[in-house]
């Protein structure tokens, strides 16, 4: 009995030791890993979240309207990228902002002019009852009528930005609507020494909502009335590309440098940056056009040289 408890004890004693050795190992192995944990997330938070800290903290004066704060990051790859993508977000608001200055300040303008018009000419009718003229009436009525396009426009453009306008497709004879429309805006225009002519050898005939199209060609030939140069004539083409018909409106103004023709497109844009009022129309006229086409899925365009005049075109498809 004595040997078989000595040897039991022996093969105890070594074992213990070697688990109490294991516990320490432990201890000292998971005093290091959190220590190791701590530094290494303290090193990522310098490294990634720093730079996210400026990048919101530079987001913060940019969501209060200072365009110039500068997105600049270091550190992982997507940390640059969401830098780069504020800095080109902070550029297009800038942008933004600048035309919807210019846009307020156009539109005052437009306002301010045949406001003042109608009250100068309304109050020289009251103090003036029994010298009252047809000039006069006339004047203000076309200055009602400048007004009201223009806010129908203004109307017209927040409702294609929204997307809020329908399209009332249907088949109709587009050469005849476009024969209409120059034979009306030549006789509004006779007087003042404009000549539109319209070329075409056949009839053709495209789905699309009439109403929409008519309004965008109309704002192409206003354009080209208000651009054109001292000769005053414009020509209206239309030609047929296979599946498809081309307008096109061809004046002989000052043209558009290469350089400006992605910008005229936008709502009162313009080239030397002097506001000016339109002979016709409102000045919101190509950011419209250019809505309704693209609403209508066509192609559309300006050729233009300096000196030499410029050509607008559309295309819509024949079915």
Known sequence: GQVISLTFYA?????????????????????IMILAAVAIALVLSDVIAKPLVGLNDRAKKLSKGNYNADFIASGYLEVKELSDTL?????????????RRQ?????????????????SYAEMMQDFPDEITTTQVQT????????????????????????????????????????????????????????????????VYVTADEAKITQAFY????????????DRHITVTQSREQKSVRIEVLDHGEGIAQENIPYIW??????????????????????????????????????????????????????
């Open 140 to 203: 203000i009525m076309s200055e009602t009528r400048r007004l009201s396009s223009l806010v129908n426009d203004i109307l017209d453009v927040s409702k294609l930005e929204t997307g809020a306008m329908e399209l009332h497709m249907y088949h109709y004879n587009l050469t005849e609507s476009i024969g209409e429309t120059v034979a009306r805006l030549s006789e509004l225009l006779k007087n003042d020494g404009y000549s539109i002519v319209f070329q075409h050898s056949e009839d």
């Open 266 to 319: 936008d709502r009162y844009y313009k080239v030397d940056k002097k506001h000016k009022r339109a002979i016709t129309g409102t000045g919101l006229g190509l950011s419209i056009v250019k809505k309704i086409f693209e609403l209508h899925g066509a192609c559309y365009g300006v050729e233009s040289e300096l000196g030499k005049g410029s050509v607008f075109w559309f295309q819509l498809e024949i079915q």
């Open 103 to 119: 846009l307020i300040a156009n539109i005052s303008h437009d306002l301010r002019t045949p406001l003042a018009l109608i009250y």
């Open 11 to 31: 093969m105890i004693t070594p074992v213990n030791a070697t688990v109490s050795t294991l516990q320490i190992q432990l201890y000292i192995i998971t005093a």
């Open 219 to 230: 704002n192409l030939l206003t354009n080209a009335v208000n651009y054109s140069s001292e």
């Open 87 to 99: 800095n080109s977000t902070a550029i297009e608001l800038s942008k933004v902002d600048e035309l």
